[in-house]
């Protein structure tokens, strides 16, 4: 079965550094989804990838997906304390209507 | 604006006493899920419904079940709480078969005493 790995598990930062979360899944990607979640609330949709090679971006968040589509990296650029929270990669679990989620990467930035 | 909307956001039971937690939706989409969420975990699928088609997981207790009486509407009961069922429980929405993009409520947090 399909595992996605996450890292790093955790990550302290100074406001205004960048950052990276890496997503690595155990087969091929066909569909890679990046969520952020506050303590104690529900996940928020962040972006969907698809294609080797594609690169999307929101704001100041950026996520890519390999061209081999067996990792996607989403990068912070100047970090703010809003973009504390946990950051969660889901995959298409193939034709069944189901993700399955990495265990995600907590992420808090300092003033 | 469409959303998902779950109620209560903050849930205490006793130990065996039945629980309800309701979730709706006025995205309009014909697919619902029920996750459960333990602290420092990813959301645990339990079981989800592709309009009224009932999906279980093959790991998720007897002791949850589910209904959906219309498209908008989608409740969660657990028959005898015990304490390892406390968690935070996370309804989400998709479209349609064909779409993973998931939209999430704010999750009920429930307590068992």
């Known amino acids: 079965s399909q595992e996605l790995e996450q890292s790093p598990q955790s990550l302290i930062v100074q406001e205004g550094k960048n950052l990276t979360i890496n997503c690595t899944s155990s087969k091929t990607l066909y569909g890679l989804y990046w969520y952020k979640q506050k303590y104690g609330e529900g996940l928020i949709f962040l972006m969907m990838l698809q294609k080797g090679g594609e690169e999307k971006s929101h704001e100041k968040i950026t996520a890519k997906l390999d061209e081999k589509k067996q990792q996607s990296s989403l990068h912070i650029t100047a970090s703010q304390p809003s973009h504390a929270g946990i950051y969660l990669c889901?995959?298409?679990?193939?034709?069944?209507?189901?993700?399955?989620w990495g265990l995600g990467t907590s992420l808090a930035v300092n003033p | 604006d469409a959303m998902v909307i779950q109620n209560p956001r903050y849930q205490v039971t006793q130990f065996g006493k039945p629980v309800t937690l309701s979730c709706s939706q006025t995205?309009?989409?014909?697919?619902m899920y029920w996750y459960q969420q333990k602290s420092s975990q990813a959301p645990k699928l339990l079981f989800h419904?592709?309009?009224?088609?009932?999906?279980n997981e093959a790991d998720t207790p007897d002791n949850f079940q589910s209904r959906r009486p219309n498209t908008s509407f989608c409740f969660l009961d657990i028959r005898s709480p015990g304490l390892g069922d406390a968690a935070m429980y996370l309804c989400a929405t998709s479209r349609d078969g064909t779409s993973y993009e998931q939209f999430f409520g704010p999750g009920t947090r429930l307590t068992v005493l």
């Open positions: 889901g995959a298409d679990g193939g034709n069944n209507r189901k993700l399955i």
């Open positions: 419904y592709y309009d009224k088609d009932f999906n």
């Open positions: 995205l309009n989409h014909n697919v």
